[in-house]
């Protein structure tokens, strides 16, 4: 009887950790991303080395100072605007600048309060974003 309780357990405890990131994400619709991201501030991390922060506005106007991972003048920070709108499953963005001035549209996750991850469907493009203010909350309390 002891045996069989221990391996319950076992077997629990080994589904927890390989369920538990999978549990852990949140998919959002378009619209519950704009809604948590609009009249936000964060900080972004993207799969190839963009990195900066970005604000976003209820009208839909984002703003976004970063560096690219492989410029000219090290260290630059350049500054680029576009349109985010929401379709569905999805958030969708046209910048100025960036992507070529193409819209290219993300599905979110929320992997915890204050952090996403917006994903193309194939998950090869993707940028982590930060809430600013979320790390000194969570440091605070």
Sequence with gaps: ?????????ATFVAASVFAGPAL???LLTGAEAHALLSGQRFNFFCVDG???EASYAKSGVATANYRLPVSPNEGEMLTDQG??????????????TLDGGSE???R????QPGRYRIAT????????LTV??????????
């Excluded at 009887?1 to 357990?9: D, E, G, L, S, V």
């Excluded at 929401?86 to 100025?96: A, F, L, T, V």
């Excluded at 600013?132 to 309390?141: D, H, K, P």
């Design 132 to 141: 600013r203010g979320v790390s000194e909350r969570a440091e605070r309390n």
């Design 24 to 26: 852990a994400e949140r």
């Design 50 to 52: 963009t990195r900066g």
């Design 83 to 96: 349109r985010v709108r929401h379709e569905g499953e999805n958030i969708c963005i046209r910048w100025k």
């Design 108 to 111: 979110m996750t929320e992997r």
């Design 1 to 9: 009887m002891n045996k069989t309780i221990q391996i319950c357990a």
């Design 104 to 106: 290219s549209c993300f």
């Design 121 to 128: 469907d194939d998950r090869m493009r993707w940028c982590d």
